[in-house]
């Protein structure tokens, strides 16, 4: 069974992420989202189970689709569900550059190959980041979000 992991902070899972999922999924027999609890850099995240929930009511009706929260490496979660495959979304050539250099170490440390897919040109500005500003100064942001 191929296995992969889509593993972010998803504060809030935006039609961005929900986009990459969709084109993830024909790759695997299995797709667990991999929400982040622990992230030392984002001290002020919502909840990691209301985020988490908020992904599972998205894809509800998908039976190979599975949310879980994790702590610690990404490699190690890949491992510890059985996936072979991390799944990163870019939108830019920074992202590609972050990307890059984790990707050689859950390659070289974990044996574990990451797959980048390509954010489609007119969601190249959504990110979690800016979606949560925009909300913070009262701007509606439901298109943003995934449903």
Same mark, same amino acid.
């Given at each position: 069974?191929? =296995?992969?992991?889509?593993?972010? =902070?998803?504060?809030? $899972?935006?039609?961005?992420? #929900? /986009?990459?999922?969709?084109?993830?999924?024909?790759?695997?027999?299995?797709?667990?989202?991999? !929400? !982040?609890?622990?992230?030392?850099?984002?001290?002020?995240?919502?909840?990691?189970?209301?985020?988490?929930?908020?992904?599972?009511?998205?894809? &509800?009706?998908?039976?190979?689709?599975?949310? &879980?929260?994790? =702590?610690?490496?990404?490699?190690?979660?890949?491992? /510890?569900?059985?996936? &072979?495959?991390?799944?990163?979304?870019?939108? /830019?050539?920074?992202?590609? #550059?972050?990307?890059?250099? &984790?990707?050689?170490?859950?390659?070289?440390?974990?044996?574990?190959? =990451? !797959?980048?897919?390509?954010?489609?040109?007119?969601?190249?500005?959504?990110?979690?980041?800016?979606?949560?500003?925009?909300?913070? $100064?009262?701007?509606?942001?439901?298109?943003?979000?995934?449903?």
């Amino acid at each position: 069974m191929r =296995t992969g992991v889509f593993v972010g =902070t998803f504060d809030p $899972f935006t039609v961005g992420h #929900e /986009s990459i999922v969709n084109r993830a999924l024909p790759l695997f027999d299995k797709l667990v989202i991999g !929400v !982040v609890g622990d992230n030392v850099n984002k001290p002020n995240m919502s909840p990691a189970e209301q985020r988490a929930d908020a992904i599972r009511q998205v894809f &509800q009706q998908r039976a190979d689709i599975d949310v &879980q929260i994790y =702590t610690g490496l990404a490699m190690d979660f890949a491992k /510890s569900v059985g996936a &072979q495959f991390i799944v990163k979304g870019v939108r /830019s050539v920074s992202d590609f #550059e972050h990307e890059q250099w &984790q990707a050689d170490f859950n390659r070289r440390l974990g044996g574990i190959e =990451t !797959v980048l897919l390509y954010c489609e040109p007119e969601l190249a500005s959504v990110s979690s980041s800016a979606v949560r500003e925009l909300a913070h $100064f009262g701007v509606d942001v439901s298109e943003f979000l995934a449903k």
